[in-house]
């Protein structure tokens, strides 16, 4: 357990409103991380951060956007929300290290209508 | 690409009643295998890492074990609350350390 709190931890949207979600962590970890899981998909990389305001695509990047302007928050937006991102979003971070584990956040259920 | 395979999809055992969980991997150099436990409704776990081939972990009625391309994650007489999804992860040696998912095992430990 990392200190990683999610908000909200759960949403109902409209297709085509902008929603953001927050992760924020305490342990003052370097690398952060948004996935979405899905049924029969498992686990998705969506965007990472790997230090404040350094930020990369991950594998389902397409319509999602993030920002790291604190080490302890990464923001993830949905800029033009679809019913396709309906979806549990997990926040993971990781301590850069000597240890390469992932330690997740209790997730963001969004619906998208 | 890297991939992962996790069988079988949902186990059900009783309770004592000892088995494995298979994850398969194709990985361009492996740096490391991730056993994670999701409950319904929260976030994954983490378990264990595993790094080479022959390396074991235990923790309480759960032992993972890795080869050069699977690894099992045996659970010893197993209790109604070990009941979760099981999901398996790798992460590549080479470019980013992001991990790899698998679709996990969904276990049902039945009293």
């Known amino acids: 357990d990392a200190g990683i709190t999610q908000s909200p931890r759960h949403k109902v949207t409209e297709t085509g409103t902008p929603v953001t979600l927050r992760c924020h962590q305490t342990?003052?970890?370097?690398?952060m991380y948004w996935y979405r899981q899905d049924p029969g998909h498992g686990l998705r990389l969506i965007h990472y951060?790997?230090?404040?305001?350094?930020?990369d695509k991950g594998e389902v990047s397409d319509g999602y956007s993030v920002s790291r302007s604190k080490t302890e928050d990464f923001l993830l937006t949905l800029e033009s929300a679809t019913s396709s991102q309906t979806s549990v979003y997990f926040c993971?971070?990781?301590?850069?290290?000597?240890?390469?584990?992932?330690?997740f956040g209790p997730g963001t259920r969004l619906l998208v209508l | 690409e890297d991939q992962v395979t996790q069988s079988p999809e949902a186990l059900r055992l009783q309770e004592g009643e000892s088995s494995s969980l298979n994850c398969s991997y194709t990985?361009?150099?492996?740096?490391?295998l991730f056993w994670y436990r999701q409950d319904p409704g929260k976030g994954p776990e983490f378990l264990f890492t595993?790094?080479?081939a022959g390396e074991e972990k235990e923790k309480e009625r759960l032992k993972a074990t890795l080869t050069k391309k699977e690894s099992f994650l045996h659970i010893t007489a197993p209790k109604p609350e070990d009941s979760a999804t099981y999901l398996c992860?790798?992460?590549?040696?080479?470019?980013?350390?992001?991990?790899?998912f698998g679709t996990g095992t969904r276990l049902l430990v039945s009293p």
């Open positions: 993971a971070t990781e301590s850069g290290t000597s240890t390469e584990t992932q330690y």
């Open positions: 342990e003052n970890h370097r690398y």
């Open positions: 951060s790997y230090g404040v305001k350094d930020t």
């Open positions: 990985v361009s150099g492996l740096r490391g």
């Open positions: 595993l790094y080479s």
């Open positions: 992860a790798v992460q590549a040696l080479t470019g980013f350390q992001k991990l790899v």
